[in-house]
């Protein structure tokens, strides 16, 4: 493994899931898509509003129980609309 992995590793591992990824390819395929056929605000605003509906969906569903801990299931939602954000930002910038 090279050296920026390594020092990556920690970082990734704790806040990055493989649902995280999941959550990227989701948010880029919508905001792609929305930019279509609407404005690029339009297209931001919705994603992110799908984004938001997905977590408490998630919440409802689930709880914190399958991430152990509040603080752990915060850590995951805040990071996934952070992926959200980011994916807005890579299509519409």
């Not at 880029?28 to 690029?40: A, P, Y």
């Not at 939602?77 to 519409?92: A, N, P, Q």
């Amino acid at each position: 493994m090279n050296p920026i992995s390594l020092s990556l590793e920690p970082i990734i591992s704790k806040c990055f899931n493989k649902y995280t990824g999941v959550h990227f390819g989701a948010n880029l395929l919508i905001v792609f898509t929305l930019s279509q056929f609407f404005d690029n605000w339009t297209s931001a605003i919705v994603t992110f509003l799908i984004a938001v509906l997905w977590e408490v969906y998630e919440w409802f569903t689930e709880g914190f129980k399958p991430y152990g801990s509040i603080k752990n299931w915060q850590l995951d939602t805040s990071m996934d609309l952070l992926v959200s954000v980011l994916c807005i930002g890579f299509v519409l910038l």
